[in-house]
């Protein structure tokens, strides 16, 4: 009886060593690591032409962007793009906006396309900080007719800037409750990166959320994990039998109604 007590506590301290050694990796990993999967830069799609607006960060990076001035429109839309793309590739999506009377600014986080720097989660909310600051202080337009648009990794810096000024809504397109969740699904960590689901709870600007129900990059839970997590009910836009990256084509005319509709309230 003695010996198989024995084996039990021999077993479980093993486990329990077994557990420190993959907590601790994990943590190391988390601190150190990961980054290089937050941020898979991709190749510039755009090089430095007069369109390109430079812009300085507090921490002194200079990040390119540009705005896409709709003739006669209250409205603008300040969009932050997903992690394996920068302002080239969404030109074509904020050109069609421009088309529908909406203005739109588009900026790259640091080290995206011809901005400087190496990507950081800090770094990203000082890139979006001085794009939100560009429309304010330079082009004159109140935060209050702003609507934040996150895609993807975007969700991360559009939540941070909602919960830092009044602006007229945010819109959250493929959104994750947090970088780490997206592997581990629930919180293993101390910290987190972009922990979108610690600032929801604390808005007050109107919001839609846009998701894939396929979704197999940021699983569906996490856009009703963000639903239950808001004070006040969303709207929501789900695609039914979208992935990641085609919920605009499936979704077609009825994305582009949702959205107007919801910039222009």
């Given amino acids: ?37 937050i941020f898979p830069i991709p190749a510039s799609s755009y090089t430095d032409e007069s369109d390109i607006l430079k812009l300085k960060t507090a921490d002194g990076e200079s990040i390119s962007a540009y705005f896409l001035e709709a003739p006669g429109s209250k409205d603008v839309l300040f969009y932050s793009h997903g992690n394996g793309e920068d302002i080239g590739d969404i030109r074509t999506l904020l050109q069609e906006f421009k088309k529908k009377g909406i203005s739109a600014l588009a900026y790259d986080y640091p080290g995206y396309g011809t901005s400087s720097g190496e990507p950081s989660e800090q770094g990203v909310y000082a890139a979006a900080e001085a794009a939100f600051r560009y429309l304010t202080d330079k082009r004159g337009y109140s935060p209050e007719s702003i609507t934040l648009y996150g895609r993807s990794l975007g969700s991360g810096p559009s939540c941070w800037l909602a919960e830092r000024y009044r602006v007229a809504g945010l819109i959250l397109d493929g959104a994750f409750s947090s970088t780490f969740r997206v592997i581990t699904n629930i919180k293993l960590l101390p910290f987190d990166k972009f922990d979108n689901l610690a600032i929801l709870p604390e808005l007050d600007c109107p919001v839609l959320l846009i998701h894939g129900t396929d979704d197999n990059v940021v699983p569906f839970a996490h856009a009703l994990r963000n639903e239950n997590a808001l004070n006040k009910p969303p709207e929501t836009l789900w695609v039914e039998g979208a992935d990641h990256n085609n919920h605009i084509e499936l979704a077609g005319d009825h994305y582009w109604n949702v959205v107007q509709n919801f910039i222009r309230k």
């Fill in 1 to 37: 009886m003695h010996t198989i007590k024995q084996m039990v506590v021999n077993i479980f301290i093993l486990l329990v060593a077994a557990f420190s050694v993959i907590y601790t990796g994990l943590f190391i990993y988390a601190i150190y690591a990961s980054d290089s999967m």
